[in-house]
């Protein structure tokens, strides 16, 4: 099928109901191996990404199988850095059906869009605020024994509010083990795909920490390490090269972060980071050594008010290569050149003739052989007598391998110093042995080794300690943190705690205190923020607007305008009520609004012992109404009575009663 059939095929599915529930809108993105869809699940009115897999792979029945267990899979990983899968199906329509998925909808643009906007280079603190959320989204896969296989720009989501999330979990995999594919071909984008995947089709956790370190190399400098006029001569880049350093395009680069890059992209997938977690402890640790902050991620202008999910997008595509089943070798050593007799074969030209010899000469040569014989019995003798002398001195040279576990470090070392040998040690938690005792030594008590010799010492670290969690670290951080010093990290919601200054979601403080031995494995219970306390909403009734307002203000609030009401208690423009009321119990997230509702009510004069003219003028001023009873009318007339009396508070508009004389 070609790529015009396909855009043909995938424009005619805007407006298209997929098993009766899922409206598709609008064209996302098109890419190797499907095409994303805005749309709209009519059933909960939620708005939705729908990717639609080609139609190669929507005919084959074992892609479509392994498509729905990626799918499930995929939905069971719940983690803030993960684009949400909400549900798969199959539509069988009248001419051709499609396999799709339903995902969460992101807003904002691609890696590739953001490194593109910024000319290629991000900002060290930018692209380390990109590579955590990543790896963080890697890790949780990893642990739910889930492997991405196409870590690229390209699936690296950025939100308008600036979060970070990675898509496409197992699409990969279900091709490339459906029966679309053969043995000798591996999906994958080829700038990003790790030796092992080009050599084999293996992938584990190692390959994803590969293309991830790809992915940040690409972020420092502005390109990937490779590029080529084919796929296979970049596929064939990955396995016969290694990745340069980053700092030879980036002079300036850290050499903390240039060696992360230069260890996630080790040909040998052995001396990489084992897991994403490891590369992404890696990478925190280094960025806390530099002092280095994450940063917001910005989405660009141009994108801000653009839908966008091509976690499969043109470029670069998810692709199809042939396998390389053995790299090329490196150039043989050169060969020496030996003289060899050629073989006698029967023919004339290689058949000689053997001359009759004297009988003289034949008896020299017998006594010669005889005495060669004896002189070489002699030798062998000797050979003998030598080697087996220097069998029994060597024994002196050979030494048992002293008692060392159980002994202190000190003492261990002291006592291979007394045999003559040398220990080479390394640290492990262990807990029953205390800190500093040896655990173990290679080889055992009592092994003869020759004098000289190293002895593996193991040395026991004790149990493990909390580590030392600052306070404001991220919960993801510190989680990493705790697993890093062989605990296993805990967050009970119910011991969250509000405080003033830790913002929501960081860690506040861990249970047991830090420092505190825990045996390997256990439990260490992270108090995670959960905001500034909520505060009540202060009694500004009966106060002017204007004090009203400075009084909520420095209370952390934002006052607004909930307009007037009439009130008889109130004085006009003071305060009836707020909204939230008085005693509410608001937490200060940002400056929570408060509505304050005042008093339109005026209060009426006295208007008794003046002129009715004065009373009118006064009235007028005010919005009220002024009914005058008098026997005769007349200029000058003086108010004996009034109603309501002066004092009295009462609705704009109202009518006050007067009696003139």
Same mark, same amino acid.
């Given at each position: ?500 200054? %830790? *913002?929501?979601? &960081?860690?506040? #403080?861990? !249970?047991? @205190?830090?420092? =505190?031995?825990? $045996?390997?494995?256990? +439990? ?12 009540? %909403? *202060?009694?500004? &009734?009966?106060? #002017?607007? !204007?004090? @009203?307002?400075? =009084?909520?203000? $420095?209370?952390?609030? +934002? ?103």
């Amino acid at each position: 099928m070609t790529s015009e059939t396909r855009r043909g095929r995938g424009a005619s599915l805007v407006g298209a109901m997929l098993e009766r529930r899922y409206r598709v809108d609008a064209l996302i993105a098109r890419g190797g191996m499907s095409t994303v869809y805005r749309g709209l699940d009519t059933r909960l009115d939620r708005p939705v990404a729908i990717k639609v897999m080609d139609a190669q792979y929507s005919g084959d029945r074992s892609f479509v199988e392994r498509f729905e267990r990626e799918a499930r899979a995929a939905a069971k990983l719940h983690h803030p850095d993960i684009v949400a899968v909400y549900d798969q199906g199959v539509d069988h329509g009248a001419d051709e059906d499609h396999v799709f998925l339903v995902m969460q909808l992101v807003e904002g643009c691609t890696l590739r869009d953001l490194i593109m906007d910024r000319g290629g280079r991000l900002p060290l603190a930018m692209a380390l605020s990109v590579v955590e959320p990543v790896l963080s989204a890697l890790e949780a896969a990893h642990r739910a024994e889930m492997v991405h296989r196409d870590v690229k720009p390209e699936n690296v989501l950025i939100g308008t509010d600036g979060s970070v999330k990675v898509a496409d979990f197992g699409l990969v995999r279900a091709a490339a083990e459906a029966g679309t594919t053969s043995g000798s071909v591996i999906l994958g984008t080829v700038a990003y795909l790790s030796p092992e995947q080009v050599t084999t089709g293996a992938a584990d956790a190692r390959t994803d920490v590969y293309a991830a370190g790809i992915v940040l190399y690409e972020m420092l400098t502005g390109r990937p390490p490779y590029v080529g006029d084919t796929a296979l001569s970049v596929a064939y880049r990955h396995v016969n090269d290694d990745v340069p350093p980053p700092v030879e395009l980036v002079p300036d680069l850290p050499p903390a972060i240039n060696d992360l890059v230069v260890r996630a992209t080790r040909r040998d997938p052995a001396q990489r980071p084992q897991s994403a977690e490891a590369f992404l402890a890696e990478v925190q640790r280094a960025r806390a050594e530099l002092g280095i902050s994450l940063v917001p991620v910005p989405v660009p202008e141009s994108a801000e008010s653009t839908t966008l999910m091509p976690a499969i997008s043109d470029d670069p595509p998810t692709a199809q290569i042939p396998a390389v089943q053995d790299a090329p070798p490196p150039p043989a050593p050169p060969q020496r050149t030996r003289a060899m007799l050629r073989p006698a074969t029967g023919d004339d030209d290689y058949t000689q003739e053997m001359a009759p010899v004297p009988a003289g000469p034949v008896r020299e040569r017998q006594r010669g052989r005889r005495t060669v014989a004896v002189w070489t019995a002699i030798v062998l003798v000797l050979a003998a007598l030598v080697g087996g002398a220097a069998f029994w001195l060597g024994m002196g040279s050979y030494v048992k391998v002293p008692k060392l576990a159980g002994e202190t470090e000190a003492t261990a070392q002291q006592a291979l110093t007394t045999a003559d040998l040398t220990g080479n040690v390394t640290r492990e938690h262990d807990n029953a042995v205390p800190e500093g005792i040896v655990i173990s030594s290679n080889p055992g008590e009592g092994a003869q080794v020759r004098t000289g010799s190293t002895v593996d010492l193991v040395v026991s670290l004790g149990k493990p300690k909390v580590p030392n969690i600052a306070e404001g670290t991220p919960l993801a951080e510190a989680e990493s943190i705790i697993r890093n010093a062989k605990l296993q990290p805990k967050h009970d919601e119910s011991a969250d705690q509000f405080h003033t200054s %830790v *913002p929501e979601g &960081r860690v506040i #403080s861990v !249970d047991p @205190a830090p420092g =505190t031995p825990v $045996n390997i494995s256990g +439990e260490v219970t992270l108090i995670v923020s959960k905001g500034p306390p909520p505060v009540p %909403v *202060p009694d500004v &009734r009966g106060m #002017s607007r !204007d004090d @009203a307002f400075a =009084t909520l203000s $420095n209370a952390g609030f +934002e006052p607004y305008d909930l307009g007037q009401e009439f009130n008889s208690d109130v004085d006009a423009g003071h305060v009836i009520r707020t909204d939230p009321e008085t005693g509410t119990e608001v937490r200060l997230v940002g400056r929570p609004r408060v509505g304050v509702l005042v008093s339109n009510a005026v209060t009426v004069p006295s208007f008794t012992g003046g002129t009715v003219e004065d009373a009118q003028r006064q009235a007028q001023e005010l919005g009220l109404q002024l009914e005058v009873s008098a026997l005769f009318h007349r200029e000058g007339m003086t108010i004996l009575t009034q109603y309501p009396f002066g004092g009295a508070r009462v609705q704009p508009g109202s009518t006050i009663h007067v009696t003139a004389f």
